[in-house]
């Protein structure tokens, strides 16, 4: 197996992504696709397409077979990869690429199937492949004693959620256990491209900064620019995902889905850039 060297942890890479978003005078773009959707290698150009479109972080959603947060469209395409034979090692191989190309990854994935291929294992192989962390949306820090001291000795980051449902002392809690950044779900649901970005977010960033210096990357529903723009006015990455996979899912062909799913990063990176600026 074919390591990736890196002179830094994925923490310190994600340290450095954010004060370099920030240096720069905005929010950090953060693009989430499903592994393996359509197939293995499909999915890699999809994604290094992304990086070259503009996002500063990509998210490799780990397929699983039975998702609660993920919408249908997500849902639709994970389905699609576990069925043409994804299996978890694949991940590494895609964090791998993606590194390779010049963009940074951090896996985004249910927790059983880190708990069923060993946690230790899992953190170790993404930190060879040059992962930056793990996001978990079903594992709260209350559980998570073997699975936060994995990534600690890999020096990747363990990432959670919280949510506009979270109290000060819940959120004070998640926020003491995680690293790189902290993921705030805008909505309370599953994923998936809405009309208007939620207006609980504002709020849930603010309590969140109440409680912690992490950046703070807000999800769930951003599809365009503008709502790109709107919430990096206030959030340190905007997080977006189904649009993305609605552009390839789209396309034509698989020239045109990598054209699409670039444009689509070009135009979110966009609305980032010009959030502080107006």
């Not at 109440?210 to 990357?217: A, M, V, Y």
């Given at each position: 197996m074919t390591e990736t060297t890196t002179t830094t942890s994925g923490v310190d890479r994600l340290d450095e992504m954010f004060a370099g978003a920030k240096?720069?005078?905005r929010a950090a773009l953060v693009g989430y696709f499903p592994a393996g959707y359509p197939t293995v290698d499909a999915s890699v150009d999809l994604m290094t397409a992304m990086v070259d479109g503009g996002c500063d972080l990509i998210e490799v959603g780990l397929p699983f077979s039975d998702p609660v947060l993920d919408?249908?469209?997500i849902q639709e395409a994970a389905q699609t990869a576990l069925e043409q034979g994804y299996r978890v090692k694949d991940t590494f191989d895609i964090v791998r690429k993606i590194t390779e190309a010049g963009?940074?990854?951090v896996v985004m994935t249910y927790f059983n199937p880190v708990l069923a291929y060993g946690p230790e294992r899992f953190a170790a192989e993404l930190a060879a492949a040059g992962g930056c962390g793990v996001i978990t949306p079903?594992?709260?820090?209350?559980?998570?004693?073997?699975w936060l001291a994995a990534?600690?000795?890999a020096g990747i980051a363990p990432i959670f959620l919280v949510a506009p449902s979270s109290s000060p002392e819940r959120i004070a809690l998640t926020t003491a256990r995680t690293r790189g950044f902290v993921y705030a779900a805008s909505v309370m649901g599953v994923t998936g491209t809405r009309d208007q970005v939620s207006s609980a977010a504002p709020e849930l960033v603010a309590r969140t900064r109440?409680?912690?210096?992490?950046?703070?990357?807000v999800g769930l529903g951003v599809r365009t620019g503008a709502q790109a723009a709107e919430i990096g006015k206030y959030a340190d990455a905007v997080i977006v995902g189904s649009?993305?996979?609605q552009a390839a899912r789209n396309a034509a062909g698989a020239a045109d889905a990598t054209d699409a799913v670039r444009e689509v990063a070009r135009g979110l990176a966009a609305g980032v850039a010009?959030?502080?600026s107006e």
């Open positions: 240096e720069e005078g919408g249908p469209v963009g940074r990854a079903d594992l709260i820090v209350d559980e998570a004693g073997p990534a600690e000795s109440q409680q912690t210096d992490l950046p703070i990357g649009a993305f996979v010009s959030a502080r």
